[in-house]
C-alpha cells in the first residue's frame, strides 16, 4: 500500500548521542519534506528536499542534516541531540505523477525525547 | 514572505452545533489554501483545499470560503460530531508556470465537539 513510513515512533535518548530519523514514501513522489511539531501543536518546516540530492533548509533553523541519495528515502539526523531537540517529528511528500506539489501527505512521526 | 494567522486556536461547541475557523494570510500571491485534519495522535491529513480562482467549496458537512480582496479564508463545519474532535490547521502557498512555493501552515485550531 503506498504510503509514508516513519521509524522509529517512539525515541528516548541521552544528551549528546548521535540519531537517526528514518522515512520512507512508497508514493512515487519528488518532494520530501521534514517538519517539527511542537506541543503547542504549530508545524514548522525544517528541510524539504526536490529530488535525489537536492536538500534545502526550512523555515525554522535546526541544527539537523538530511540527505537524499534515493527518491524514496529522506532521514534527519541530529549529530549530538540536546533537551531542545525533544519534539514530534513529521515527514511529509508531494507530488507524484500527475499530482501537483502543493498537496502533502504525511507520516506518522516520531516521538523524540531527550533526557 | 508569507504569514498566516489562524484563529481561535481552541473552539468548543456542542455536538449539532456549527464550527468556524478563519484565517489570514499576507501574500497576494498565495493562490492555494488546504485545510489539514490532525486527530490526537495522528498525522495530519487534508480534508479540503481550496484555489484562488474559487470564492467557495463544498464536501459535505465541511465548507472553505475565501475572500481574495480581504486575504482571508475560512473552514465551516456543520452539524458537528464528536468525531470532528481534533487539531486544524489551514495554510496557503502559490504556485505558478510549474514551480511551487512551500505552504505555509497557521498555528492551529483545537476543536473539541461536546456530546
Known amino acids: 500500500e503506498a504510503d509514508i513510513y516513519q521509524t522509529p515512533r517512539y525515541l528516548v535518548i541521552g544528551t549528546g548521542k548521535k540519531i537517526t530519523l528514518e522515512c520512507s514514501q512508497t508514493?512515487?513522489?519528488?518532494?520530501m519534506y521534514w517538519y517539527q511539531q511542537d506541543p503547542g501543536m504549530e508545524l514548522h518546516l525544517i528541510h524539504y528536499?526536490?529530488?535525489?540530492?537536492?536538500?534545502e533548509k526550512g523555515d525554522l533553523s535546526s541544527e539537523s542534516t538530511v540527505s537524499r541519495i534515493r527518491t524514496e528515502h529522506f532521514p534527519l539526523t541530529l549529530e549530538s541531540a540536546r533537551p531542545s531537540h525533544t519534539s514530534q517529528y513529521l515527514c511529509?511528500?508531494?507530488?507524484?505523477?500527475?499530482?501537483?506539489?502543493?498537496?502533502?501527505?504525511f507520516g506518522s512521526g516520531t516521538q523524540l525525547s531527550v533526557l | 514572505g508569507e504569514n498566516v494567522e489562524q484563529h481561535p486556536s481552541t473552539l468548543s461547541v456542542q455536538e449539532g452545533d456549527s464550527a468556524v475557523i478563519k484565517c489570514t494570510y499576507s501574500?497576494?500571491?498565495?493562490?492555494?489554501f488546504p485545510w489539514y485534519k490532525q486527530e490526537l495522535g495522528k498525522r495530519p491529513q487534508l480534508i479540503i483545499d481550496?484555489?484562488?480562482n474559487v470564492g467557495e467549496k463544498k464536501d459535505q458537512r465541511i465548507a472553505v470560503t475565501l475572500n481574495k480582496t480581504a486575504k482571508h479564508f475560512s473552514l465551516h463545519i456543520t452539524e458537528t460530531q464528536p468525531e470532528d474532535s481534533a487539531v486544524y490547521f489551514c495554510?496557503?502557498?502559490w504556485g505558478y508556470g510549474g514551480s511551487q512555493g512551500n505552504l505555509i501552515f497557521g498555528k492551529g485550531t483545537k476543536l473539541s465537539v461536546k456530546p
Open positions: 528536499s526536490y529530488g535525489v540530492n537536492s536538500t
Open positions: 511529509a511528500s508531494s507530488g507524484g505523477p500527475g499530482q501537483t506539489l502543493e498537496k502533502l501527505f
Open positions: 508514493m512515487g513522489h519528488d518532494k
Open positions: 495554510a496557503a502557498s
Open positions: 501574500d497576494s500571491a498565495s493562490n492555494y
Open positions: 481550496i484555489r484562488s
